[in-house]
């Protein structure tokens, strides 16, 4: 009789014992959530080349037509979705068949993000044409859509209005206008 009750509680020793051993494989865990992509990232540095085509008629001249090639590099920000703000430098040359020079701007922006990959803008800003030997002092208002084609690269395109600070009889507030396509890197 001893060896059967020695027999049976060491079964039951072992019997308890796997379940023990068998409860500890089941190990709760939180679920991974799955990871969706948040869309484009409007925010942050962006550096971009860009052709245009823009014509100026100073103080009511006639207007002459220029080709143009530049960059921009800029920095946006989104203080509250949808609203964009961003600061941004451009500097381009220009050229037509009589006379070549170049044009730099320091630009402010405020835009809205009307879906993931499509922001538009209204731009403004102040700068510096140089053409043979001659600076004068400009300004521009105009704005632009602009679409992302990868999580990185966007094309834009924008329309800006021209003037320059001279003055004097018989100047127009808006002197000149540029159309401009360009392609940008988002970092």
Known sequence: MLVR?????TAAFFLVGGAAQAADLIIPSTPVPIYEAGGFSWEGLYVGVRGSLSTYGDNG???VGFG???GAVGVNFIPADPVLLGLEVTGDYYWNNTTSGSAFYANIKAG???TDPVLIYA???IG???AAGVSTGMYQVGGGVEFAVTDAVTIRGEAVAQGDFTGGAGDNLFEGATATIGVFYHF
């Not at 009750?5 to 509680?9: L, Q, V």
């Open 5 to 9: 009750s020695f027999a049976a509680a």
């Open 61 to 63: 001249a006639a207007q």
């Open 68 to 70: 143009q090639v530049g």
């Open 112 to 114: 809205a993000i009307v």
């Open 123 to 125: 731009i403004a800003g």
């Open 128 to 130: 510096v044409d140089t």
